[in-house]
């Protein structure tokens, strides 16, 4: 049977153990879902899928803020970074809320009927343009802006990710785009999307991880822990590219518009770069600016170059991820409420 998994073998519940074996339980707790094809792609390293999973969860399904809000961010973001995979999976969760017309109307293109959840889908496509200013105004009030930014800036993490990693299907034949087959999904996941999840639950994973200081707009709350973490593992010293090279990332990134580069603009890394350290350039590119153009040649280069395994390739995709996140929040965090 075909799986959504592309170029990494990811570890099974049944084999994990440690801190995958905890992120998988939590899964399940917490989203509904024993296998989730994101986390699982991350898993050949277990710091990386750990800090990702504390930044999506506490974002995302803890807290006090509207979770069918924070669902409509993450499809907002998704469908700016042309995921469709993660645009499927949150008009599932959509529907799991119970809003089953705002779902489909996300589906279908259209601008909800909510002034509230419009002006939170527009934010929420606009973030990455922030980048090229100016940012528009945070559509939700102080108390929520740590979950909201969070979960937008956890969905430009994710995304990349994901499309770098993961087919475009979650089920086989795309049937997750059937209007019932989504309803179904999301009757099967709305008991834990109504239970919610307790704040900080993930926090004791990230014990020994690489971190840094906490985001402003999060500052002494489990987001900003999470984030800090997710930064710190991110750009750490295992990840499988040289100082020269990052620094060249960084800069591409720097000069990025927040929009989608034309094709064979995204990543051409010069030649004065070690020539081992050029298919790692581009690919850490390609994940921060256009991570859907990711080719098989792309990781075959990069793998004959570098010898590096599974866990070596989720670490520099995810450095790509992080340096294009850290841009947007840049961006964003002026506009956020104090």
């Known amino acids: ?148 930014v969070g979960t937008a800036l956890a969905f430009h993490f994710v995304n990349r990710m994901v499309s770098a990693l993961l087919t475009d299907d979650f089920l086989p034949g795309g049937l997750q785009r059937s209007r019932l087959v989504r309803r179904v999904g999301g009757r099967a996941m709305s008991r834990a999307v109504r239970r919610g999840a307790v704040a900080g639950d993930a926090l004791p994973l990230l014990e020994g991880l690489p971190t840094g200081p906490e985001p402003g707009w999060a500052e002494g709350t489990p987001i900003g822990r999470a984030f800090a973490a997710l930064r710190g593992v991110a750009l750490s010293d295992e990840v499988p590219l040289g100082e020269e090279a990052m620094w060249h990332v960084a800069g591409e990134v720097a000069r990025w518009d927040g929009g989608h580069p034309p094709p064979g603009r995204a990543a051409a890394p010069p030649d004065a770069l070690p020539p081992a350290d050029r298919p790692a350039a581009r690919r850490a590119l390609l994940a921060a600016l256009a991570p859907y153009r990711i080719t098989d040649a792309d990781v075959a280069a990069w793998r004959d170059a570098a010898r590096g395994d599974d866990a070596d390739l989720v670490r520099l995709l995810a450095f790509g991820a992080v340096t294009a996140v850290d841009r947007i929040e840049a961006a964003l965090a002026p506009t956020v409420p104090a």
């Open 1 to 148: 049977m075909p799986t959504p998994f592309r170029y990494v073998v990811p570890v099974t519940r049944e084999a994990a153990s440690g801190p995958v074996a905890e992120v998988y339980g939590q899964m399940a707790r917490d989203f509904g879902l024993a296998r989730m094809p994101l986390f699982m792609t991350l898993s050949p390293a277990p710091d990386v899928l750990v800090a990702a999973w504390a930044a999506l969860r506490e974002s995302l399904l803890a807290g006090t803020a509207s979770r069918t809000g924070k669902e409509v961010v993450a499809t907002g973001v998704s469908l700016a970074n042309r995921c469709p995979f993660c645009v499927d999976a949150h008009t599932v969760l959509l529907h799991a809320t119970g809003d089953h017309g705002l779902a489909e109307t996300i589906a279908r293109g259209e601008t909800p009927g909510s002034p509230e959840h419009a002006r939170l889908l527009a934010w929420a496509q606009a973030t990455s343009g922030a980048v090229a200013g100016p940012a528009a105004p945070a559509p939700f009030p102080p108390g929520g802006a740590a979950e909201y």
